[in-house]
């Protein structure tokens, strides 16, 4: 396998992320334009797209960086010891400034005004649920598909991510760095940056909750002297 530089790895994370919430806000106001009000065309339209760009965003940039494009994902690979602190810590930022980046791109290119604050309501005991159960859920993808398959990562977060849009009541974030970004647009895939806080602690905690039960999970018998094959 090849290895690339911290700078290169840096920006492929800044690069995937700048695309992901391109293609999340971008696709929202597409699909709030299209649908004529109709709230479950207009989910759909931004559901599709997200799964597909996910799809393609891991298969091209993941041999260089891992493709996480979510600090949750991150800190299951640090957990897991696979990455360590420094390196995580450089992958949060650039991901959050690339989420950023992704957001302002889709205003310039819809004509929106790029600065915006969302005043999209997403509260409450449901919500923060959902957000954990879908955080586990992603990270639970990752890392049992990459056990078994790890050629199938790609589309079985893609697929597990434009599930959870349905069938979550949050319309599955799942990712501390999307969040962020989302609260900086006043549009369809927006969430009001007071219910930012809540979003993140409870997308940490799925993703500290399923690295702990995929790990378990994923240990054979035969690994019982204390080595872990998950």
Known sequence: MEQFSLPRKLAAEFLGTAFLLATVVGSGIMAER??????????????????????????????????????????????????????????????????V????????????????????????????????????????????????????VPSAVGLFI???????ASTSFANPAVTIARSLTDTFSGILPANMPTFIVAQLAGAVIATAVIGWLLRSNLSSAGSDEG
């Open 34 to 99: 299209l649908a004529g009000g109709n709230t479950a065309i207009a989910l759909l339209g931004n559901a599709i797209p997200t799964g597909a760009i996910l799809f393609v965003l891991i298969t091209m940039l993941g041999p260089i960086s891992g493709a996480h494009f979510n600090p949750a994902v991150t800190l299951a690979f640090v957990l897991r010891r696979e990455v360590t602190s420094l390196v995580a810590l450089a992958y949060v930022v650039v991901q959050i400034v690339g989420g």
């Open 101 to 152: 980046t992704g957001t302002l791109t889709a205003h310039a290119m819809f004509e929106e005004t790029l600065i915006q604050f969302s005043t999209q309501l997403r509260d409450g005991p449901a919500q923060w649920f959902s957000e954990s159960v879908a955080t586990f859920g992603l990270v639970a993808t990752i890392l049992a598909t990459r056990r078994w398959r790890p050629e199938a």
């Open 162 to 168: 434009t599930a959870a849009y349905w069938f979550t």
